[in-house]
């Protein structure tokens, strides 16, 4: 048990240093030949972001876990509303910026929406599970969501070749190379031992997927949270994560019902019950106490929301 353990502790440590090198090398390649900074946030940074999740749930979809699919990434938009803006709101209340509180959080809550709709068959398609035309519907979702960042981004200043940091082309390709390589490997060792440990412990695939998976491929999130929080960034933080939470559901999951359709366990919807239920929280906590702002109280209720809801699914106590 000690092994598998921590080989997944490798895994995640992988996947985080993945992005990172893949993300600092593509950044570098792209500045230095001229690519727009709109550009390399668009598409470079959105990825690295969501890379750990991406990696995770293609390696599941491959291999046929439909359970820690799911669970991974409906887990992992939990613990970013939950826990992530729980934590940085008790550090400092944030202050949520008017475009996140009208647009990107409705967004948010309208992707979750829809992934409902489509993982239960409601919506164009008769079966339950996400088919590879749910999986059309929702990159489809992604392209808008991306139109939408391009009209708020229109304005900011890009970098050109002449400012970007001066760095050897076998360097630049070097990290992009390891980062991809750590990505692969990351991905595996999760994926794997997640597996071995729940069937050790006679522990469900969802509630692995749920809890350690989802955990440790929100890790960059929650760091970045932090730190951002520490330097009284803390709407930007916030912008970070609920765009985060729309990457996961209309990219990630849209790209792992490509590579594989996946069956869905009902059981799941409690949870994006939960995940929309939170998402409305955070919108109406935005007009209760002082205005499109996220106080410490309300913080702490996010956090207490999360805590009995864990307790309650790894059978700690009953409270749903």
């Not at 992005?19 to 690295?48: M, Y």
Request: glycine share 10%; charged share 10%; with cysteine.
């Amino acid at each position: 048990m000690i092994l598998p353990i921590a080989l997944i502790i490798a895994g995640f440590v992988l996947l985080i240093k993945g992005a990172d090198w893949l993300v600092s090398g593509a950044s570098l390649l792209a500045r230095q030949n001229n690519v727009p900074d709109l550009v390399i946030g668009l598409t470079i940074v959105a990825f690295g972001t969501s890379a750990p999740e991406l990696v995770v749930n293609l390696v599941a979809a491959y291999e046929g876990h439909g359970d820690i699919v799911f669970g991974n990434v409906i887990g992992s938009n939990n613990f970013n509303l939950f826990v992530c803006i729980g934590v940085i709101g008790l550090i400092s209340p944030i202050v949520v910026q008017s475009s996140t509180v009208w647009k990107e959080i409705p967004i948010s809550l309208a992707a979750a929406a829809l992934l409902f709709l489509l993982a239960n068959g409601l919506l164009f398609d008769a079966g339950d599970g996400l088919s590879r035309t749910d999986g059309l519907i929702l990159i489809l979702g992604f392209g808008l969501f991306l139109g939408y960042i391009y009209g708020q981004m229109k304005g900011e200043k890009n970098l050109t070749a002449d400012s970007a940091p001066k760095a050897s082309t076998i360097r630049v390709w070097g990290m992009i190379v390891l980062g991809l390589g750590g990505l692969i490997a990351g991905g595996q060792l999760v994926v794997d031992n997640a597996i071995e440990i729940a069937e050790a412990l006679g522990i469900s695939q969802k509630t692995i997927g749920l809890t350690i998976v989802a955990a440790g491929t929100s890790l960059p999130e929650l760091v970045t949270s932090v730190v951002a929080a520490s330097r009284k960034n803390t709407d930007i933080a916030v912008g970070n994560l609920i765009g985060s939470n729309i990457f996961n559901i209309l990219l990630v999951m849209s790209l792992s019902a490509f590579l594989r359709p996946i069956d869905y366990n009902f059981s799941f919807n409690s949870e994006l019950y939960l995940l929309m239920g939170g998402t409305l929280f955070l919108f109406a906590v935005m007009f209760i106490g002082k205005k499109h702002t996220v106080e410490k109280w309300q913080a702490a209720a996010l956090l207490l929301i999360f805590t009995l809801y864990t307790s309650h699914l790894l059978g700690l106590v009953s409270v749903f």
